[in-house]
């Protein structure tokens, strides 16, 4: 089975290499030629303004977004929880999304002097320890729908939703590919074999 990594822009090394780790193989996508067979799909990281862009000059965003609704799995890291929401606040007005995830998320929200910062969050679905958590210029999770589980919370005030999961769609506001923990990344993989049986 193949995961198709979405390479129009952002930390899409990164993910290749977790995958690696799992012995798991990746198409880059960068086309819509790119698209058939795939097992799942990963929007990484980026600046989600751009991605939008892009997805629409590449001519991927109307076959995505069909096969997105269609339940292909998905795993999108910040920028790419951003464009698979539903609703997102302080983005560009021209700003597309794939509106996947009942999720409302603040671009941005942590604000400049959060603007990065790193965290160990508790993710009881993932067993184990607590998972190290890279959070880069990262969106708000702001709220939550019924139909959504969510799997990690950041410790502290508010105790914001960081990762959720709604059927084949995991979003995570946080970076897992540049931690060498490949739980998150195993979740994934779990997500698109369940898919196919
Ligand atoms: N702030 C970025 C955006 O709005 C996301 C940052 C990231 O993916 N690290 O798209």
Redesign the pocket.
Known sequence: MTIGLLALQ?DVREHAAAFADLGESVRAVRSPADLPGLAGLVVP?????TLSLLLGSSGLFEPLAELLVGGLPVLGT??GM?LLAGEVLDGRSDQRRFGVVDVTVR??GYGRQLASFESELDVPVLGGGPLPAVF????VVEAVGAGVEVLATLPGDGARAVACRQGRVLVTAF?PELTPDRRLHRLFVEMTKEERR
């Open positions: 952002g990281g980026g600046e989600s303004t910040c920028a951003i671009r941005n880069i210029r990262a969106p970076h």
